[in-house]
């Protein structure tokens, strides 16, 4: 089952803050962030593994609620480089390597 | 060096015609997948395999045969292509089992099937 990312797209201004969220009907063991910019494969940014922990990348942190198997990204003082897309991919507790990846959330940071 | 490598980059045939994609990492990884993307930006896993051995095979057309001769490589044959086979195939490799272990993606290659 996909999980549900939502907004499907957010435009910001330069400094300004955004939060993306991904939603799974199913438990999770983990729930792994992608960012991908035009025309590019799509590149790591976190991994969370335990509820309610957040991780942080640059100015990037995420968290993961496992009982609402819910995780949410937030992006603080947003740059220009942060445009691109960006999807969740959500890991079963079976731990396959297999990742079900939301739709994608295309965030536009405008100078 | 390129981590996960994919060749080639672009693809562009003629519906009926077969075609393969190849993959290989230099990263240890045990894992290696075949995701597609389409129009939409969809990410939809195809295959996975652990070891050589495939472990993840979703509802894809038999038309598409992955092959993993080691577990540094695996390539991609599709036969008989189709209008919709076209897309972007990512190849990206892992390391599962051990908790922290995110996707390593190759630069995919675009096919388009005319």
């Known amino acids: 089952q996909q999980p549900v990312q939502s907004p499907q797209a957010v435009i910001l201004r330069e400094g300004e803050d955004a939060v993306i969220n991904c939603s799974s009907s199913?438990?999770?063991?983990?729930v792994h962030w992608y960012r991908q910019k035009h025309g590019e494969a799509p590149v790591f940014l976190m991994i969370?593994?335990?509820?309610?922990e957040q991780k942080g990348h640059e100015k990037i942190s995420a968290s993961f609620n496992e009982k609402k198997q819910q995780s949410s990204l937030y992006l603080t003082a947003s740059q220009l480089s942060y445009s691109g897309t960006y999807f969740c991919g959500t890991e079963a507790p079976s731990n396959t390597g297999k990742l079900i990846f939301g739709q994608g959330t295309t965030l536009q940071v405008k100078p | 060096d390129t981590a996960v490598s994919q060749t080639p980059k672009y693809l562009v045939t003629q519906m009926g015609n077969d075609k393969s994609i190849k993959c290989e990492q230099n990263?240890?990884?045990?894992?290696m997948y075949w995701y597609k993307q389409d129009s939409k930006k969809f990410l939809k896993i195809m295959f996975s395999?652990?070891?050589?051995?495939?472990?993840i095979n979703e509802t894809v057309p038999n038309r598409f045969s992955p092959k993993s001769p080691d577990k540094a490589h695996l390539n991609l044959h599709i036969n008989s292509l189709e209008l919709g086979d076209s897309a972007v195939y990512f190849c990206?490799?892992?390391?599962?089992?051990?908790?922290?272990?995110?996707?390593?993606f190759g630069n995919g290659t675009r096919l388009t099937v005319t």
């Open positions: 395999y652990n070891n050589k051995e495939l472990i």
């Open positions: 990206a490799s892992s390391q599962v089992g051990m908790g922290y272990s995110p996707l390593h």
């Open positions: 969370l593994l335990k509820g309610g």
């Open positions: 199913k438990a999770l063991y983990s």
């Open positions: 990263l240890g990884h045990d894992t």
